[in-house]
């Protein structure tokens, strides 16, 4: 059933388990993350991002998100990730989003605010919930023909100028009035390049000071360990794609290199689900503390 953001983490922070929030690029990864959902008998977050329009534009994949959702025997928020501009966060409110992510997060302190607060007006006046972001989260990106491209905590003097600051993520949300918040505290989008060196007393600050659900953004690759430390800590939604789509692109490498009488496309799109439901399906697990 199609769901609330806001519910979905209320419900997630006075119990202390973290909903994981899963980019549907393909039909193959939006029904791997539905069947895990529905499989293990968690809430879900199906987003996507803005990013992602080259695989798919967002007109293409919200019905296809949305009758996935509606459908579904849980609850699904149909989730926009990291829009850019407020046009955009508008279209995702029409086509039927029940939340949206506007990341103003390179932008100033007072910026980021009066951008994110004239979003939460007309999204909270359609019923639809608002993510915000507040500090850097580092990015690590395979560019094809150029190897990787990144940045991490060795890049940078100072941590604290680009993790969130617990008192100006109270400031943030007091003026905003955003749903949840994400946070900056060492975690990576992308292939973590060295093991993820996390920030996680910082998430117990932020937590205490803003008092809403914090989300994780590069929150695959990260250890089970850390996942329970960091939802101990407040984080309630965790951002999670490139280790499923790799998950979905290694089992895919294996299949080819089989032996096969003949070799047909829908094989490869049923063993690719199938390991990205797998693979989704672990890291909910944890998430839910089940
Ligand atoms: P990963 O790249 O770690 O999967 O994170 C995805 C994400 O944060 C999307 O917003």
Not at 37 to 46: K, M, T
């Amino acid at each position: 059933m199609l769901a609330n953001l806001k519910d979905v983490l209320a419900d997630a922070k006075a119990r202390k388990y973290a909903v994981g929030a899963f980019n549907g690029t393909t039909l193959e990864s939006v029904r791997a993350i539905i069947a895990a959902a529905e499989e293990l008998g968690c809430p879900v977050i199906l987003q996507h991002a803005q990013s992602h329009d080259n695989i798919i534009d967002m007109h293409e994949i919200a019905p296809l998100m949305l009758h996935y959702a509606k459908r579904a025997s849980v609850p699904v928020a149909v989730h926009l990730d990291h829009g850019s501009s407020y046009e955009r966060c508008v279209q995702a409110i029409r086509l039927g989003f029940t939340s949206v992510m506007y990341d103003a997060s390179g932008k100033d302190f007072d910026t980021n605010v009066a951008q994110t607060a004239e979003i939460v007006k007309i999204a909270h006046a359609s019923g639809v919930s608002v993510e915000a972001e507040l500090g850097h989260v580092f990015t690590s990106k395979v560019v094809v023909g150029e190897g990787t491209t990144a940045d991490s905590a060795d890049d940078y003097n100072n941590l604290d100028d680009i993790y969130t600051d617990p008192d100006m993520a109270r400031r943030f949300v007091d003026a905003t009035g955003v749903d949840c918040l994400a946070v900056a505290f060492g975690t990576v989008h992308g292939v973590y390049l060295t093991e993820p060196r996390l920030d996680l007393d910082r998430v117990s600050k932020i937590r205490d000071a803003a008092g809403i659900p914090l989300v994780m953004h590069g929150g695959s690759g990260v250890s089970d360990a850390d996942y329970r430390v960091a939802i101990q800590n407040g984080i309630c939604k965790i951002n999670y794609y490139t280790y499923m789509n790799k998950a979905g692109g290694e089992a895919v490498k294996q299949y080819l290199t089989a032996d096969h009488a003949a070799l047909f496309f829908d094989a490869i799109s049923l063993c690719a689900t199938s390991a990205m439901k797998a693979d989704v399906l672990r890291a909910m697990r944890v998430f839910a503390g089940k």
